[in-house]
């Protein structure tokens, strides 16, 4: 399920005993962006790019310490830097502190978070939205209607359009909604809705926007009582038709995408007796059906991103999972002819102790993260790296002519357009851009509204007008400002320095220069030899308050009363709450009574994956099926892939699958 959402990290990421990576075949090679030593960046619990402003990229290191008693008061701490799309280098750091849950995800200069919240005795969904260019955090807005003290309304799945958010949440037992609420708002939007009544595969679930879609459409897809399922549907009149998609096969994996001409899904269904992955592809105008057959070692699918009027398919070599390295590739797809594009380019093969992160621009390029992991808990990573893998779709080398590329039209659903025509595009645009035929270009940062790119008519709160200059530049730190005087007060975390606010080093919430704390936040404590916060973790420890004192532990340990993390009793433990025994399990086990972790085989010696915190197999070998969530009982004669002894999914080599779902051998 596509999730944009993190839990203290968002991104598709690939932890990687090696400490290296080698690239190959980008537009731009990744080069270094940071220090080792920069621990504001090397020494947190996330990194990651994403676009804080439209269109632009930064590089964002994230702290959080959480708050197991109320996680909507968990601490934040963010450091980040602008990214200069051409040079791949970046500014200087900016940094913000606050309070909020854990699932975030960033939108024109606001950090916003969803979480379900249950402080009165009554379960509710809220959205919180923090500035990050300063000023105060918005009330909390509750976005259910929930009156089930038993019942905990959960975020499926999000979309956005322009700068309105659309929330799909579970609101009762099967009954998927949808809200919306404009970012910068305090108010939720008019007209939530129902899309289906029936919703048994909460992670199934994805939403997609893309410019073949108009302003008022978003593209779902879902799997319901083991049926694929997709709709179109309008946020407008709040209209869903939900339509069964044929030729769905429940082994299929499935993903939705939306382009600028094209919408459906992408699916692959492992074919094991000719070692293949079968690719099938369906768009707005055609059923789903295959395309493409490829080889299993090379060929499994890892990521869709929409590029333009095509589709960029990213693979993994997956025979070399298990292996010291891992490669990766990626093809890009011509959806008006379904044929490939571009053919098959190899880009990365990484190895077990490093990552990376994608992110790709909304209309502009695909970028990679690439770092090397910490080698001890306590270590600090190294070697961040930032490339672009794919420039632009607007800088491909078409085969397409000049001619035939500008007769074709953008979709009504341009960014920051209110008016648009066929002939010419958009004519008028919202506030906050300014018209560029045929499109609306969103005006600088801190910009609330321009005339061009260069040209500030007003700004943004926490952002002052230069007159001369027609620039707004940031306040950010600042309590006090005259135009006279500049600054002469700063906020907590900054000092004052030349009319400026200069935020104070890693973990200090109040100094006295940008090498001398005075008081540490939270998880920091204050070394009085060097005048600086340090966070100095023991072992097994994944959060701390001091060198002595842990409050959250890795998985495999857990917290005694002395606030010490100690190894759980088994190996086999993912975690525990003392050393009697395991509350679940790790891969390959599963939890038995009395807290012990077996392995899959004592259910059953044909028993290949089982739950992890109960005895329950989930997948037998080929050829067996599950019976009554614990044995392992044989298809019938003939049968390859089954779901019981009456329904033949596939035939062995030599058989076909008759009328009944059985199978009968070829004479």
Not at 327 to 343: G, M
Not at 597 to 623: I, Y
Request: proline share 4%.
């Amino acid at each position: 399920m596509r999730k944009i959402f993190v839990v203290i990290a968002l991104a598709v990421t690939l932890r990687c005993a090696f400490s290296a990576y080698e690239t190959k075949n980008y537009a731009k090679d990744p080069i270094s962006i940071i220090e080792d030593s920069d621990i504001n960046f090397t020494n947190m619990s996330a990194l990651r790019l994403d676009s804080l402003t439209l269109g632009e990229v930064y590089l964002l290191s994230q702290k959080v310490q959480i708050n197991s008693e109320n996680i909507s008061a968990s601490k934040w701490n963010i450091w980040y830097k602008k990214l200069d799309a051409k040079t791949l280098t970046i500014s200087s750091n900016d940094s913000v502190a606050f309070t909020a849950p854990l699932n975030i995800f960033f939108y024109n200069n606001y950090a916003i978070f969803i979480n379900s919240d249950n402080d009165t005795n009554i379960p509710q969904l809220r959205l919180y939205q923090i500035p990050l260019n300063g000023g105060a955090a918005l009330s909390s807005v509750t976005l259910s209607k929930n009156r089930n003290k038993s019942f905990t309304p959960v975020i499926a799945d999000y979309a956005m359009i322009g700068k309105t958010v659309y929330i799909f949440y579970i609101a009762s037992y099967k009954r998927l909604k949808v809200i919306n609420i404009r970012l910068g708002s305090s108010t939720v939007g008019k007209g939530e809705f129902t899309v289906t009544a029936t919703f048994d595969s909460p992670a199934s679930l994805q939403v997609v926007w893309g410019e073949s879609l108009s302003n008022n459409q978003l593209f779902a897809m879902w799997i319901e009582n083991q049926v694929l399922m997709e709709s179109v549907i309008d946020v407008s009149k709040r209209t869903v038709t939900p339509t069964v998609v044929g030729a769905y096969d429940k082994a299929f994996y499935c993903l939705a995408y939306a382009t600028k001409k094209y919408y459906g899904e992408v699916c692959v269904k492992g074919n094991f007796t000719d070692n293949t992955f079968d690719y099938y592809i369906k768009t707005n105008t055609t059923p789903l059906a295959p395309l493409v057959s490829y080889p299993t070692e090379t060929s499994a699918l890892y990521h869709l991103y929409a590029y333009g009027p095509y589709l960029v398919v990213i693979f993994i070599d997956s025979t070399t999972i298990s292996s010291v390295s891992v490669s990766y590739s990626y093809e890009i797809w011509n959806l008006d002819t379904l044929t490939p594009f571009k053919d098959r380019t190899y880009f990365l093969n990484i190895y077990h102790n490093s990552t990376f992160n994608f992110y790709k621009v909304p209309g502009g390029g695909l970028y990679t993260l690439l770092y090397d992991n910490r080698k001890e808990v306590n270590d600090t990573i190294s070697n961040v790296k930032i490339g672009l893998l794919l420039d632009s779709y607007a800088s491909l080398d078409d085969s397409e002519s000049t001619s035939n590329r500008s007769n074709q039209t953008s979709s009504p659903g341009t960014e920051g357009c209110t008016r648009w025509n066929v002939a010419s595009g958009c004519t008028s645009c919202q506030t906050g851009y300014f018209l560029q035929v045929p499109r609306c270009i969103a005006c600088p940062v801190g910009c609330s509204n321009c005339s061009d790119a260069d040209t500030c008519t007003a700004c943004l709160p926490g952002y002052l007008l230069n007159h001369s200059t027609a620039k707004c530049f940031v306040t950010k730190g600042c309590s006090n400002w005259t135009m006279e005087e500049g600054c002469t007060c700063c906020q907590s975390g900054f000092f004052l320095q030349d009319q400026q606010c200069i935020a104070c080093p890693s973990g200090c919430s109040e100094c006295r220069e940008t090498d001398k704390c005075l008081i540490c936040l939270s998880g920091f404590y204050l070394d009085s030899t060097s005048a600086q916060c340090i966070m100095s973790c023991p072992s097994g420890c994944s959060n701390c308050s001091d060198p002595n004192t842990c409050i959250i532990c890795l998985p495999g340990y857990y917290l005694n009363s002395q606030d010490n993390c100690v190894q759980c009793s088994s190996k086999h433990c993912a975690s525990c709450d003392d050393q009697n025994g395991c509350t679940s399990c790790i891969n390959g086990y599963y939890l038995f009574s009395g807290g012990i972790c077996f392995p899959c085989a004592m259910l059953d010696s044909k028993c290949v994956s089982c739950d992890t915190t109960s005895a329950k197999c989930l997948e037998c070998e080929k050829g067996y099926y599950i019976s009554q969530k614990i044995k392992c009982l044989a298809c019938s004669a003939g049968c390859e892939i089954c779901a019981d002894d009456a329904t033949c999914r596939k035939c062995k080599p030599n058989h076909y699958l008759n009328l009944n779902q059985g199978c009968t051998p070829l004479h």
